[in-house]
């Protein structure tokens, strides 16, 4: 994850990335002690991205586990991302802690290769979708700063429900553009 990211912000400014969206993550622990194991390459990558105004949106991951996320949505200066159901509830596969920054439709629609369509659902749907729509919101208020830009979307997200885990703030693509 490190190098990918490394990757990224070496090739920012020739390829223009305003966000980047990684739909990958482990649940597994690496000792009793350690849920969000330290790995300092990706740390620092992470921490450089958000420096330089781009943001890294990671999966919570889909384990129904309501007491910790997926690595590396846990580190603290990623976006962490759950997913919502299409009521817009909060998914029952989404994990959850409070580390988790925003919930996004975790559903959608997909194109394969040969025109061939899909539906996919999960947190790494939600990542997706998540980032795409920072970005949509980033283009229409090219002057804020990504503090800026995420409180504007904390403050107008939605309330997304779950009888298993304290409500959580769902992107509001419409109340970002209009706020």
Not at 135 to 141: L, T, V
Request: hydrophobic share 40%; with cysteine.
């Amino acid at each position: 994850v490190g190098e990918a990211l490394n990757w990224v912000y070496t090739n920012k400014d020739l390829y223009n990335i305003q966000a980047v969206a990684m739909s990958q993550g482990t649940h597994i622990l690496l000792n009793a002690t350690d849920y969000c194991p330290k790995e300092p390459k990706t740390e620092l990558m992470i921490t450089n991205l958000l420096s330089a105004g781009i943001p890294t949106f990671f999966a919570v991951g889909n384990g129904r586990d309501y007491t910790k996320i997926d690595w590396p949505s846990c580190i603290s200066n990623s976006i962490a991302v759950g997913a919502t159901d299409q009521i817009g509830e909060i998914a029952s596969y989404s994990n959850y802690d409070k580390l988790l920054d925003i919930y996004a439709a975790g559903y959608a629609n997909m194109y394969a290769p040969g025109n061939i369509q899909t539906y996919n659902v999960g947190t790494s749907v939600a990542t997706q979708i998540a980032a795409s729509q920072y970005i949509a919101i980033k283009s229409a208020k090219p002057t804020y700063t990504f503090t800026q830009l995420y409180d504007l979307i904390i403050k107008t997200s939605l309330v997304a429900k779950s009888g298993r885990v304290p409500y959580g703030k769902s992107i509001n693509l419409q109340g970002a553009l209009n706020g």
